[in-house]
């Protein structure tokens, strides 16, 4: 589907980082976006800067105020052809030393709010046989790294539902692309960057610009995957040859990416 001016618009987690880079790109194309995330004045400030944009005050985990919120955009566009569900929450640390509730914010954010995301916005899709869906999942769906258990664990579920809804969509005239970005220079992790594993590598992160352009590319070229960068496929290697991954993120990442040597 070629993003242009027709193109209505629903971008999750759209106050910052990703998010709001992807508005900012989809605004260029000429495309009517509407800005779902929980921070109302960012909202209101983005939704005044891009020509045809709406702010969309909502949490991606309660399923009433996203109800709310995407229908409401409906509503008012008229409809709906591209749904980036992008909202996400990162807590890093050792499985046990992470709070209960951070637990539980990922899980429900990352994962169910996807979920949430997609099932409401999905129908009015099917119902015109037009769309296209984005999940912006992580390359830590593909291999997982130390401290990062639960949310890389929640990454790999959205992996696993897109890779299925892809198939599913199959002659609905709706499709999917699922995003793998590595790192990239947004406030993930702003919350916590001095507890971060040695692993971790700020200075190696891409500026948001690359991986919202690499999703515009993705949605106009219908890819069913999207890794950004681009050697963020390697990760992939890792269900082949688990040892092999590790050997490699050790020399990329030190030896903290890998400890175990079997
Ligand atoms: N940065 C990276 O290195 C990286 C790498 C791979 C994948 N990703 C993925 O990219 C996506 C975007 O992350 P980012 O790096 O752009 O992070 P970010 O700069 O922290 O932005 C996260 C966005 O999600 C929104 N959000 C958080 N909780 C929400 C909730 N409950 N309901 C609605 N919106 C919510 C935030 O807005 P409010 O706080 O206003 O709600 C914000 O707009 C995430 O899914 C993340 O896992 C990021």
């Not at 959205?158 to 969509?169: D, V, Y």
């Not at 590790?246 to 175990?260: C, H, V």
Request: no cysteine.
């Amino acid at each position: 589907m070629e993003i242009g001016p027709g193109t209505r618009a629903i971008v999750s987690g759209a106050t910052r980082g990703i998010g709001r880079s992807t508005a900012r790109s989809l605004a260029a194309r000429g495309a009517t976006v509407g800005l779902l995330a929980r921070s109302t004045d960012e909202l209101e400030a983005l939704a005044a800067e891009l020509p045809k944009a709406v702010a969309l005050p909502a949490d991606v985990a309660d399923r009433d105020a996203t109800q709310a919120a995407v229908s409401s955009f409906i509503d008012g566009a008229g409809g709906l052809e591209l749904l980036v569900a992008n909202a996400g929450v990162a807590h890093t640390g050792p499985f046990l030393e992470l709070e209960p509730d951070q637990v539980d914010e990922m899980v429900q954010v990352n994962f169910v709010g996807t979920l949430n995301v997609v099932r409401l916005g999905l129908p009015a899709m099917l119902a015109r046989g037009r769309g296209h869906v984005v999940v912006v999942s992580s390359g830590a769906a593909l291999r997982s790294f130390p401290w990062t258990a639960v949310y890389g664990g929640t990454k790999a579920a959205q992996k696993g539902f897109a890779e299925a809804l892809r198939h599913e969509l199959s002659g609905s005239g709706v499709s999917l692309t699922t995003v793998y970005p590595g790192e990239v220079r947004t406030s993930l992790h702003a919350h916590e960057r001095q507890k971060m594993p040695d692993w971790f590598r700020p200075g190696d992160a891409i500026p948001p610009e690359v991986v919202s352009e690499a999703i515009v590319d993705g949605v106009n070229r219908d890819r069913r995957e999207v890794h950004v960068p681009g050697n963020v496929r390697l990760l992939g290697l890792n269900s082949l040859a688990p040892g092999l991954v590790d050997r490699l993120l050790t020399l990329l990442r030190g030896g903290g990416a890998a400890p175990r040597r079997y």
